[in-house]
C-alpha cells in the first residue's frame, strides 16, 4: 500500500482530470465567505472531517444492523442518512481539495473517486431496500462500505503522511529552547511593518501597532506560506496579515484565521521586555 500511495503521489497523468476539477470548483465555489465556511475557518479547524462522522458512523451501524435479525427498517433508516449527509461532507472536502499542492491533490482525487463509488454503491443499496430487494441491498451496502474504508484509508495518509489542512507551522515549536530569547531592541522596531527575525531557527514575524507587539510564526499554517512577505490589511477594524501563497488570512492581535484555506489559527508567541529589549519564548 506504501508502493501504491507513493506512485499515486507522483502519477503526473491525474494532473489532467484534476486541474480541470480544481478549475471547476474555484468557479463554483467563487464567494469566499462560502469558502471560509466551507473550510471551517469558524469553526477553527477543517470542518471536512468533522462532517465525514455523521456517513461513516451511520453506515457503519447499518452495517452492523444488517447482521441482525429484524432490523431491515433501522438499517435503511441510517444508509439513507449516511447518503444525504455525505454530500455536504463531499463538497466540504472538495473544498479543501482545491486549495492543496499538486501532489496531494492527485491523492486527493483518488481518495474522492473511492468516496463517489462508495456513496453510489450505497445510493444503490437504498433503492434496492426501498423496493423490498433487500438481500441485494445488503450486498450493495457492505461493498460500499469496503469502498468507502479505501477512501478512508487513502484520506488519512493525505492527511497523516502530506499533511493535508493540519498545521504546517505548529511543529516548529518543538525546535524552540522553553527559555526567554532577545529579538531585537523595542526602539528599532517600526510601526505597523512586518518585520522577519529567527528564534533558535525558527522564522517569526514581528508588528508593531503603538504599545501591542506581536510575535507570531512565520510559516502559513496551510502550505508553509511565508507570512513576512504577505501584506497587511485591515479587516473588521483588525490588522491582519494575509498569506502571499494562497490568502489565508489572520489577525495579528490575536492569530485566529479569518479568511481560508487554513482553517487554523496561527500560533503567537509570548512577549516580554527587559532594558528595552523584546523577549519571547514558548507558549
Known amino acids: 500500500m506504501r508502493a501504491l500511495m507513493n ?131 445488503r450486498a450493495l451496502a457492505y461493498l460500499g462500505l469496503s469502498a468507502a474504508s479505501a477512501g478512508a484509508y487513502i484520506g488519512g495518509h493525505l492527511a497523516y503522511k502530506q499533511g493535508a489542512q493540519v498545521s504546517q507551522s505548529i511543529s516548529e515549536l518543538h525546535l524552540m529552547a522553553d527559555e526567554w530569547k532577545p529579538i531585537g531592541d523595542l526602539a528599532t522596531l517600526p510601526q505597523r511593518e512586518l518585520i522577519t527575525r529567527e528564534v533558535d531557527d525558527v522564522s517569526v514575524i514581528l508588528y508593531r501597532h503603538g504599545d501591542e507587539i506581536t510575535v507570531m510564526l512565520e510559516r502559513c499554517p496551510h502550505q508553509s506560506g511565508p507570512l513576512g512577505e504577505g501584506e497587511v490589511q485591515e479587516i473588521d477594524g483588525h490588522a491582519c496579515v494575509v498569506c502571499p501563497w494562497h490568502g489565508s488570512t489572520f489577525r495579528l492581535n490575536g492569530g485566529e484565521v479569518v479568511h481560508g484555506p487554513s482553517a487554523n489559527d496561527q500560533q503567537l508567541l509570548p512577549t516580554r521586555v527587559v532594558n528595552g529589549v523584546l523577549q519571547t519564548k514558548l507558549p
Open 7 to 137: 506512485k499515486i503521489e507522483q502519477n503526473a497523468a491525474l494532473d489532467r482530470v484534476g486541474d480541470r476539477l480544481q478549475r471547476a470548483v474555484q468557479s463554483t465555489l467563487r464567494p469566499q465567505r462560502v469558502r471560509d465556511l466551507l473550510h471551517g475557518v469558524w469553526l477553527g479547524h477543517p470542518l471536512h472531517p468533522a462532517m465525514v462522522q455523521v456517513p461513516v458512523g451511520a453506515w457503519m451501524s447499518a452495517a452492523v444492523l444488517d447482521l441482525l435479525p429484524g432490523q431491515r427498517r433501522a438499517a435503511a433508516t441510517l444508509i439513507a442518512v449516511g447518503t444525504v449527509s455525505a454530500v455536504p461532507a463531499a463538497v466540504a472536502g472538495l473544498n479543501d481539495w482545491a486549495a492543496l499542492a499538486r501532489d496531494q491533490r492527485r491523492v486527493g482525487l483518488v481518495h474522492a473517486a473511492a468516496n463517489s463509488v462508495g456513496l453510489a454503491l450505497y445510493a444503490g443499496s437504498l433503492a434496492a431496500r426501498l423496493r423490498g430487494r433487500d438481500g441485494m441491498g
